[in-house]
């Protein structure tokens, strides 16, 4: 009985059952205070996204992770790019498309629309089905040295009408460690 359990044991740690949840402090990049955490979380569907937002603007936003673990602004011809140093969405497969949460053929850092009510809070959680916490055999992770980031608009999850959602500026910023 004992030797199950410890195998039982040795499987579930080698598949990543126990991925430890991660807490990323965002920050409004126009004022610099943050405004909350993320913590993300595994689950049998997928990373789990949960909010705890304050002081944002009201509505769907763009939630996307990013390729580089940094909110640093950048300029990039003469104009600054607030939380430019986070680079594009994160697409390992090099996809150069942006798509869904749920489709294979697009960056893998398209997350779900962020929802803030109308008292500026967000809450409610997102799923993203194919990020994982935790990758059997490589003890990596789709989220570790990465940029979480808020856009100012919603996003569509298509390159069309515009480019990466058309989800605007970016206005909040974690880096995830």
């Not at 789990?48 to 580089?68: C, I, Q, R, S």
């Not at 500026?120 to 089905?129: H, I, R, S």
Request: some cysteine; glycine content about 12%.
């Amino acid at each position: 009985m004992i030797k199950k359990q410890i195998l039982t044991l040795a499987i579930l740690f080698s598949v990543g059952a126990f991925a430890k949840p991660v807490t990323v402090e965002m920050v409004d990049l126009g004022s610099n205070q943050v405004v909350g955490t993320v913590t993300i979380t595994k689950s049998e569907y997928g990373a789990v996204f949960t909010p705890d937002l304050k002081g944002l603007p009201a509505g769907v936003h763009g939630f996307h992770l990013h390729e580089n673990a940094s909110c640093d602004s950048v300029v990039k011809n003469a104009k600054t790019i607030l939380g430019g140093a986070a680079g594009g969405h994160y697409d390992p497969k090099g996809t150069d498309q942006h798509g869904t949460p749920w489709s294979d053929d697009n960056h893998l850092g398209d997350l779900p629309a962020l929802y803030v009510d109308a008292s500026g809070t967000a809450t409610q959680p997102v799923l993203a089905p194919r990020v994982e916490l935790s990758k059997p055999r490589t003890k990596s992770s789709d989220v570790t040295n990465r940029a979480l980031m808020i856009h100012a608009g919603g996003d569509n999850h298509s390159d069309h009408p515009a480019r990466l959602g058309g989800g605007g500026a970016r206005i909040v910023c974690g880096v995830i460690k």
